[in-house]
């Protein structure tokens, strides 16, 4: 079995390359890289690492790799004969893989009619979709009927914690032992793809909301909060007994949104996000407060981890989440300078002020109780 994979760093080759080499899948890596795809050309192989107690090791095997940027027939050419189409390369660069992905299923299409799985693994909501929608872009109507009937696009939710890092092997990635892959059966025509690891579900929103208000909230709560408090690892944050316990009363928050919601077991959830937590203080991962807290316009849109649930609460309960508007209000905060972001969320406070940033980013009305609630908590903090 032959598998195309978008997205040769760390997310790619840690945790998607690892799961397929385990499934039988000879993987070639796609990307611009031309560091790594060389190295992965010669060497044919890599090592991922467990960041634990023992640094367990797998080395991945049966890997080739394509720039392109260079050669870009190449990379046409490999999807018209894969059986699987996967992607790790960060949500903002979906729409600059699409053209290359539509070409390749162009050439496919003109050659067989076989079926093809193409499965976005990102850290976003609908992110497959939204690669589909891109990828539409380069069809005409009549091929995009013809690629509804074959090609798949499952949504799903990836969860694993994979640090920056440098090693004196640059092909070596250092992974948490956990590890989350959902999708979308509902999604796929004809079999599903054979890969262990993966959790096929009918309905994905559960599980995407379950593991965005969890994973999502809790570590960049956790973040800006060590941020604020001049903390630089993730792991370290959580021996301040008090972030501590304001990340465990946030996720309380989440958690009593997703219970009645979804109507998760209440037991199972608590030790989720036990679970969670406990994966955020592994002393053997160093992730830095910055890394996990970059890009806080994202975060702070209407429909990502912190906005969203805070949103649904208010409406399901008529509360307001008071932890959950500590960590928005110290997203507001966060002013780290080699953050393109943050620079200019916090531009926008100095020159538009507070409640003009917080409308911006967070497009909640100025007359709701959240946006009110947030106001009030960020005067607070600066004062």
Known sequence: ????????????????????????????????????????NEKKEYRVQLANETKDETIVKNV??????????????????????????????????????ADGLKKR????????TIIACENMVGGTAFLKEKIDEYLTEDEKQRFEKLYSFPNAAVDRI????????????????FYEWVVDASAIKGDKPSIEGITFVEDLTPFIERKLFTVNTGHAATAYLGYAAGITAIHEVLVDN????????????????????????ADEHQ????????????????????????????????????????????????????????????????DYAEDPDAVKVQETIQQEGIESAIQQYTELPPTSKLFQAIHQEYEQLEK
């Open 271 to 334: 030790t989720y996000i036990e679970t969670i937590i406990g994966r955020f203080a592994n002393p053997f991962i160093y992730d830095e407060v910055t890394r996990v807290g970059r890009s806080p316009i994202r975060k702070l849109q209407a429909n990502d981890r912190f906005i969203s649930p805070a949103t649904q609460y208010v409406e399901l309960f008529d509360e307001v989440p008071e932890y959950l508007v500590k960590a928005i209000a110290a997203a507001f905060q966060y």
């Open 64 to 101: 080739t790799a394509i720039n392109s940027a260079e050669e870009p027939d190449l990379v046409i050419e490999a999807i018209s004969e894969a059986d699987l189409v996967t992607a790790a390369v960060g949500p903002n660069i979906l729409p600059h893989i699409a053209g290359l992905i």
């Open 1 to 40: 079995m032959k598998a195309v994979h978008f997205g040769a760093g760390n997310i790619g080759r840690g945790f998607i390359g690892k799961l397929l080499y385990e499934s039988g899948f000879e993987t070639c890596f796609v990307d611009v890289n031309r560091n790594i795809v060389d190295l992965l």
């Open 109 to 116: 299409l003109a050659e067989s009619e076989k079926p093809l």
């Open 162 to 177: 994979v640090p920056n890092q440098n090693h004196e092997d640059p092909l070596l990635v250092q992974v948490e032992p």
């Open 242 to 265: 008090d972030i501590k316990e304001a990340m465990q009363k946030t996720l309380a928050e989440t958690g009593r949104l997703l219970i009645e919601k979804y109507r998760f077991d």
